[in-house]
């Protein structure tokens, strides 16, 4: 059992050489069987894994003569995905969360998701990787909601047969680390509503010190499963105030309103090799707590997530690599203290299946970051083949418009963060020059405390926003002369 859940963790680097799609039926290492392991328990949900196990030894390995052998014996998992409610997980049968016994007040042992016990530390390992797949483990030891086969089986389809077309406008970001200039190692673009909203994105809104130029207007069924995803995320949001959070209340600035997605970032990972680094998604322009929906559709990869340890947690108190950066391979930013800090927390990896939605949570963004692990073993999809299409919806805030935001002294957009590392200082907000947060960038020390109201919207000083209107005045005529 141990060694299904604990894995040792594999360093990617760019030097490494993508590794062909593995067949299925090749002979199985300590990584490779617990993957065919995890593909035989999403098929046959309703088989113990030690059994499954031992057909797949018998099988010599081979995912598909286990699975031919197992749906002979007729153990197939019957899933409906008419209804969410009704259908199952698409995952492991058994939860970590319902081994682990915990006393009830009436003094009896009950299973901890019985008891709504949320938020236990989860049993992660240095250097290690903690594999989740049922929801209720996810819920208890996670920022993160699961919900599998969120959609009706039809429009999933649809829907991914319409980002399958869209992928073709896809691209790569490129950044600046020092001399190296970095591509993202997966494609994305922007999704908003409107051709104004879509405007604004290109010549408002900066991302990692650039105006985006790939955005675009959503395509229908991306509209239709974004209301789809509005309805349940608001659903799970109230569900965690209410079952996890302390006295039942959203956490302080969390926004009080309903969540309303009006941004779609769109990614798409070809093939096994294709990643995204670990990161958390900036606040700047969704505020603090933010709540994201992400989707996944296609090939089933995995989401690993680690705690940010402050300073005092941690063994060697260095700092940590910048936020905001997705390369697959954060080697020049990743120094050996984080890798250490990694390493000392393990980590957890939510396995994200076709048709899945994952909420992040309010305290996500700002106390975790989150990758896509490059993969040795992916089972393609019979629509998508090798890929997996993301969408992660987004609800940009307008009081955060870029229009109202501080500029640095350089000139740019200030980005929003939260100090994570000190204690004095922990769970504060700020506002700050990007490229000063950015390796290899010569930034200015543009800083300033920023101040948000319960719900999590701006607090304007209107001294503070005068000065900053006569800096980006200075700085344009700067530009001119
Ligand atoms: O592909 C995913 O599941 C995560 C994507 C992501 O982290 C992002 O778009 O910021
Ligand atoms: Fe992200």
Request: charge should be neutral; aromatic fraction near 8%; hydrophobic fraction near 30%.
């Amino acid at each position: 059992m141990e060694a299904f859940f604990h894995r040792k963790r594999r360093r990617v680097s760019q030097d490494e050489e993508p590794k062909p799609i593995q067949q299925l039926s090749d002979p199985p290492n300590e990584d490779s069987t617990d993957i065919k392991l995890a593909i035989l328990l999403s098929l046959f949900p309703a088989v113990k894994q030690d059994e499954l196990l031992d057909i797949l030894v018998s099988c010599d390995g081979s995912v598909e003569s286990a699975s031919e052998m197992l749906s002979a014996q007729g153990s197939a998992a019957t899933i409906s995905t008419k209804k969410r409610a009704a259908a199952g997980p698409l995952g492991m049968q058994t939860s970590l969360s319902s081994h682990i016994l915990t006393k009830a007040e009436d003094g009896t042992l009950k299973p901890i998701n019985h008891l709504g016990a949320r938020k236990k530390a989860p049993p992660t390992k240095k250097g290690k990787t903690l594999h989740l797949y049922s929801p209720e483990d996810i819920a208890a030891y996670t920022p993160c909601t699961i919900i599998h086969n969120f959609l009706p089986a039809e429009e999933a389809n649809k829907l991914l047969l319409e980002l399958l077309d869209e992928s073709k406008y896809l691209t790569r970001s490129t950044f600046q680390l020092f001399s190296r200039t970095v591509q993202s190692p997966h494609t994305h673009a922007v999704y908003v509503s409107t051709a104004e909203e879509q405007r604004q994105q290109m010549s408002d809104y900066t991302y990692g010190g650039t105006y985006s130029s790939n955005v675009r207007q959503a395509t229908p069924q991306l509209r239709s499963v974004s209301r789809e995803v509005q309805t349940v995320v608001n659903e799970e949001v109230q569900n965690r105030i209410r079952d996890v959070y302390p006295d039942g209340k959203k956490l302080q600035y969390q926004s009080s309103k309903q969540w309303k997605p009006n941004a779609a970032f769109v990614n798409c990972y070809d093939g096994p090799a294709e990643s995204v680094g670990y990161h958390s998604d900036g606040l700047t322009y969704l505020g603090p707590h933010p709540i994201i929906g992400s989707l996944s559709l296609g090939v089933s990869r995995e989401f690993r997530i680690r705690r940010i340890v402050a300073e005092d947690e941690e063994e060697d108190g260095k700092e940590e690599e910048s936020e905001d950066i997705k390369t697959a391979d954060s080697k020049p930013l990743q120094n050996q203290a984080a890798s250490a800090r990694a390493d000392a927390q393990g980590q957890i990896s939510i396995h994200l299946p076709h048709n899945s939605l994952l909420v992040m949570h309010a305290e996500m963004q700002e106390e975790w970051k989150h990758s896509i692990a490059p993969a040795q073993t992916i089972v393609p999809h019979p629509i998508a083949g090798n890929r997996r299409i993301n969408i992660t919806y987004r609800w940009y805030r307008d009081t955060l418009h870029p229009r109202y935001t501080p500029r640095c002294k350089c000139g740019q957009h200030a980005i929003l963060r939260c100090a994570r590392r000190k204690q004095e200082s922990r769970g504060s907000y700020m506002w700050m020059c990007y490229a000063g947060y950015t390796p290899g960038k010569e930034g200015c020390s543009f800083f300033q405390w920023a101040e948000f109201d319960d719900d999590g919207d701006p607090v304007w000083d209107k001294k503070i926003r005068l000065e900053d209107y006569m800096r980006q005045l200075r700085v344009q005529l700067n530009n001119i002369e």
